[in-house]
């Protein structure tokens, strides 16, 4: 690491400038892609000890400097990005304009194919030791030295969010059930890492595998076979956490297409008067669904005590092992097993209602003619 103190004014860091010891003028001109040598990282969790991220609630009256994120720092570089249509056009019209040439003005099917383009993207491709695939991550195809940083997390048990505007993938993102937006800490080893570029279908190898190593925690060691009966663990409570997170979504967004469809039928002449008792009898039986899933929020908001719900108990056993490095604890597994017991129900009447009940209570909306409402596709006919 370089530090420079600016006669005290300031302090300037520039963190592992070991990459430009290898960034010869010929190695880089002959290659199209390269990963610099990644030191060993030291795996720790983060801690706060102000409560929230950097300063939290001392704000400026705390001078603080930014720590590098922590997990494993990759080093790139990519000697050229493929353009974009839109790049493409704006150089040929600069080019133009040099010449003292007319600018050619895009059509409209032009300006659509490069608002739909789908930009270059830098994918990172990491493994362990005997190849298993362990995290993927991303970063806009640039030119030049560039850096991503992975936070010694596996590949999301769930859809992980959207990075925010501007930032590599795969980083230190917020999120996930395990924090991060990634799954689970992995192991301390050996780890590889290749660079490839996607771009209009095309995958193309850039760099690596390089070689680097995890170095392990040390406050309380873990046996090979504790390791591997903890990493099963944490693979079966995320699976069941993203059933319980889905099961929760349909039956909310059910909960609106049952209030609409009551909406409808009160608002037009009721050609059979057992649709709307139909369409009660459903929102009872989601709402008993919403309960098991989420809680009685009715008594949470009266202050009265309720037990835990089944998105509670998962989330309790998920969110206490996303940053834990030992074996699961017997509340964790105790948590587990009755969640997963409280769910099998509950996931057999959603799919009853969902699958056959309000299927076939929109298929009589249809044939009753009634307003469309949502999760109803139309069957338009010229009669």
Known sequence: ??????????????????????????????????????????????????????????????????????????????????????QKRQAAERE?????????????????AEEEEQPAQIVFTITDASGNFVRQLTAPAAAGMRRVN?????????VPPAPAAGGAGGGRGGGGFFGGGAGPLVPPGKYKVSMSQVYDGATTHLAGPVEFTLAGEVLQPISPQERAAKEAFQK???????????????????????????????????????????TEDLQKHNNEILMALRGDNFARSREENVPPSIAQ?????????????????????????????????????????????????????????????????????DQ
């Open 1 to 86: 690491d370089l530090v420079i103190g600016t006669f005290g004014r300031s302090i300037w860091i520039l963190d592992d400038f070991t990459p430009l010891r290898s960034a010869a003028p010929e190695k880089l001109a002959e290659s199209n892609g390269m990963i610099f040598p990644i030191r060993n990282t030291h795996m720790y969790l983060t801690y706060s000890p102000f409560g929230g991220g950097a300063r939290a609630h001392l704000g400026e009256q705390l001078f603080i400097g930014e720590n590098p994120p922590a997990g494993t720092m990759i080093t790139y570089y990519v000697k050229q990005a493929p353009q974009t249509k839109r």
């Open 96 to 112: 133009a304009e040099r010449a003292g040439q007319p600018i050619k003005y895009p059509t409209l099917d032009e300006l659509r």
């Open 150 to 158: 992975w936070d010694m997390r596996s590949a999301p048990f769930a």
């Open 236 to 278: 079966k409570a995320a699976k069941l956490q993203n059933a319980v997170t889905a099961a929760l979504e349909i039956a909310t967004l059910t909960e609106t297409d049952l209030a609409a469809i009551k909406r409808a039928l009160m608002a037009a002449p009721l050609a059979d008067a057992s649709l709307l008792k139909t």
């Open 313 to 381: 108990r998962i989330g309790r056993v998920t969110g206490g092992m996303g940053n834990n490095t030992t074996r699961p604890t017997k509340t964790q597994e105790n948590d587990y097993k009755i969640a997963g017991d409280l769910f099998t129900p509950v996931q057999a009447k959603l799919h009853q209602l969902v699958d056959v009940d309000l299927v076939k209570l929109n298929k009589a909306l249809d044939a009753a003619g009634y307003p469309h409402t949502p999760g109803r596709l139309p069957n338009w006919k």
